[in-house]
């Protein structure tokens, strides 16, 4: 009774927040139990010599000074980006393509668009398998298809070279993640109204005026969500290289991910583990936060 | 007189019926459940009296650890409850578990991960009770070794296997070879593979699966102990990769394999999935390979006629990769002195003979590998007698060194005998050894 007086005594501003905290509560716990506590217990543990057994000892920052003179996770930290690099415009550029051709509501193209998506919901560990098998020196369809073509004179380790190991696991993502970029663009390609198009073609524009001062201005933010997510994927990107390369050949493979895991569960350097993912969070938010800024509306 | 009762009536009668029938159900349930609650709480306070029950962990390996539990609760008041976790998560499950304060009473552990376990003082001292053995000399050395620590024992042998050469018999008799007398040297192993390899477009000598780094520290590691070098000093406190010449010769071994096409292109990239296939499939003259992938061969490839001999030095000699598990008892367990009971059991005669050799399992007291199972089959007797000459790095940070398809091992394999940069090769190894060693 006294609660629900207290609640009936307040000013309808002050109720008005009060529903609104009460709205974005549920939000606020979910984001404090599963990101904002890991996050300041990573940072906790990243201070610390923090081994598997044993005594763990708090060392300050040293774990984040050891990070310069590792090679390997230099040489992670490149090997991602270049990943980043060489993935982002594929994923991107096909995604728009077939976004653009499932745009129109004709006959057969919810059949077409389930087509490009479904790999999506295949997890990215059981196609990363599916790939090993496709690329199989002895059994993949690949290298099948190349040697009755005679495009080859034997079959080919595509996992087996840095460069080719490269290629054909991007191949691979590609596949797998297309189909989510185009649903994205879709969502931005149909919220541009057609009186739009219809006025710039009586002005006589063409394919391509359209889609440079029409198309891609208007999706802005489309694709600003498209890139920043995809972007996101691809310097998180792990399984791929675990399950297809187990980071090789000749540790060529290794992405930044791939080394925090070797650290954290194969060598059991916890501390160490959580400074180099801070620093990895550190580097993403720079990466994010420049993307929306080049990207942002201006007015 | 009778009373009338239209619909509204009888539905609030059937209504209020249901719910006196609900109400006396619910008193019934909630006594019957708070009667079976207190039998089910009494139930373990009675058998706490007499009954221990015991946890044991094993990571899946096809050991015949389920047998040796079930022997073992049909003829004990103590229970052992047997759970298997995956090998990949072992040691991690393992330390979380011990770090929570809830260890397994038992573990059957990789005998590669027990002095990191032994060091950080996470296993019960087992020295007196080992001591007290009559047999504990006869229990494979190369396991003992690996379940010391600063000479106390924390782990006997419970699964241990050793590594050898197997070869395709019927192959060694095309390419005109002696199958009764196999390779005892390099030169004789690599002429055989030539040999062999000159069958056929699809015939390969030999076999090994270089993107997997235990596979290699399995079988490729004795090559280099039969000769008398190692890749670590006698005291495992450096590497000795730079400074031993049979390590660059073992490399330069492998290398002339790779480069005279004496294995399939395939092998290069193994992460180990074709480790024992490989073979199966009829066309590798020899391949490294443990008792384990034995009864697979003999049971699923029956047409397939092969025979063992123990890897060879450069110019003779022997030495095999003692390997599998040990069994230990975790600290915090406050069933130590049970769990001893049933380690203890598992290392009698009857359990050794009944239950290991019968399943074509090598028992873990080298007396005991020639056995009347083993004798209905002598390749078990090769197969057994190579834990004789079984040796095993003894050092924490192995996983690091060896096991790790990013270590330090695999690497300088692949860079010496794809590459054949063997210096390169060399350089790297003695390099990151030395990082990882030293911390």
Excluded at chain 1, 100 to 105: A, D, E, G
Excluded at chain 2, 374 to 396: I, K, M
Aim: glycine content about 8%; overall charge negative.
């Amino acid at each position: 009774m006294i609660r629900q007086a207290a609640v009936w005594n307040l000013s309808w501003e002050q109720r008005r927040k009060l529903t609104g905290f009460l709205f974005v509560l549920p939000t606020v716990a979910f984001v404090t139990i599963f990101f904002i506590v890991p996050l300041g217990l990573t940072f906790f543990i990243s201070l610390h010599d923090w081994p598997l057994f044993g005594d763990r000892a708090y060392i300050g920052f040293s774990n984040y000074s050891e990070l310069a003179a590792d090679r390997q996770y230099v040489k992670s930290l490149n090997f991602t980006f270049r990943y980043t690099l060489l993935i982002t415009p594929p994923i991107f550029i096909l995604g728009f393509i077939l976004a653009s051709l499932v745009r129109r509501k004709i006959r057969f193209v919810g059949i077409f668009r389930t087509i490009f998506f479904m790999p999506v919901v295949i997890g990215l560990g059981v196609s990363s398998l599916l790939w090993v098998w496709l690329l199989d020196d002895r059994v993949g369809i690949f290298n099948k298809i190349l040697l009755d073509l005679n495009l080859v004179p034997k079959a080919q380790l595509f996992l087996g070279r840095p460069n080719t190991a490269m290629n054909v696991i991007i191949l691979s993502v590609v596949w797998k993640t297309v189909g989510f970029t185009m649903i994205l663009l879709l969502a931005g390609l149909q919220a541009i109204s057609d009186e739009l198009y219809e006025s710039a073609e009586v002005d006589g524009a063409g394919y391509f005026k359209k889609l440079f001062y029409i198309t891609l201005p208007l999706m802005r933010r489309t694709i600003a969500l498209a890139l920043v997510i995809s972007v996101i994927g691809s310097v998180l990107a792990f399984d791929q290289f675990y399950i297809m390369t187990r980071g090789g050949p000749r540790n060529s493979t290794i992405s930044i991910v791939y080394w925090i895991f070797n650290n954290s569960f194969t060598y059991f350097k916890m501390g160490y583990g959580a400074a180099m993912s801070i620093v990895l969070l550190g580097i993403l938010v720079a990466l994010t936060g420049a993307q929306l800024y080049i990207l942002r509306e201006k007015d | 007189m009778v009373e009338t009762c239209g619909t509204r009536c009888y539905l609030n009668r059937m209504s209020k019926s249901k719910q006196e029938d609900n109400a006396m159900s619910f008193g019934r349930l909630t006594k019957l459940a708070l009667l079976a609650l207190l039998v089910i709480a009494a139930l373990p306070l009675a058998a706490q009296d007499d009954q221990i029950n015991m946890t044991m962990w094993v990571r899946t390996i096809s050991f015949q650890t389920q047998a040796l539990v079930d022997e073992w609760n049909a003829n004990n008041d103590s229970q052992i409850e047997l759970t298997v976790i995956p090998s990949g998560e072992f040691v991690t499950k393992m330390g979380a578990a011990i770090a929570a304060g809830e260890p397994p009473d038992i573990a059957s552990i990789d005998l590669i991960y027990t002095p990191a376990f032994s060091s950080a003082g996470q296993l019960v001292d087992i020295t007196e009770w080992v001591r007290a053995l009559p047999y504990a000399d006869d229990l494979t050395p190369a396991h003992m070794e690996l379940g010391m620590y600063e000479g106390r024992n924390y782990a006997v042998p419970t699964a241990v296997d050793g590594s050898f050469i197997i070869y395709n018999v019927d192959l060694f008799e095309q390419a005109g070879l002696d199958p009764d007398n196999p390779p005892s040297t390099w030169g004789e192993m690599l002429d055989a593979m030539r040999a062999i390899d000159a069958l056929g477009d699809d015939i390969y000598g030999y076999w090994y699966s270089l993107g997997c780094a235990g596979c290699n520290a399995f079988t490729f590691l004795p090559f280099i102990w039969a000769s008398g070098g190692d890749v670590l000093s006698d005291d495992y406190s450096e590497a000795t990769i730079t400074s031993d010449p049979i390590v660059r010769e073992s490399l330069e071994f492998y290398n002339a394999i790779w480069e005279e096409g004496l294995v399939p292109e395939g092998a290069s990239i193994d992460n180990g999935s074709n480790f024992t296939n490989a073979f199966a499939g009829g066309n590798i003259g020899m391949a490294g390979t443990g008792n384990f992938s034995l009864s697979r061969y003999k049971n699923e490839f029956p047409d397939i006629h092969f025979d063992l001999f123990h890897i060879p030095g450069k110019d003779g000699g022997t030495a095999s990769f003692g390997g599998g598990d040990v069994i230990a008892i975790p600290a915090g367990t406050e069933h130590a002195e049970e769990a001893w009971r049933f380690i203890e059991w598992t290392l009698t005669e009857g359990p050794q003979i009944d239950i290991y050799a019968a399943n074509g399992q090598i028992p873990v007291r080298l007396s005991l590998a020639d056995n009347e199972y083993s004798r209905e089959d002598p390749r078990f007797v090769t197969s057994g007698s190579a834990l004789s000459v079984g040796h095993t790095p003894y050092t924490v940070v192995y996983n690091d060194l060896f096991n790790d398809p990013n270590g330090p091992w695999l690497e300088m394999l692949q860079v010496g005998i794809l590459d054949g940069d063997i210096d390169g090769a060399l350089e790297l190894g003695q390099e990151r050894f030395t990082q990882i060693m030293e911390g």
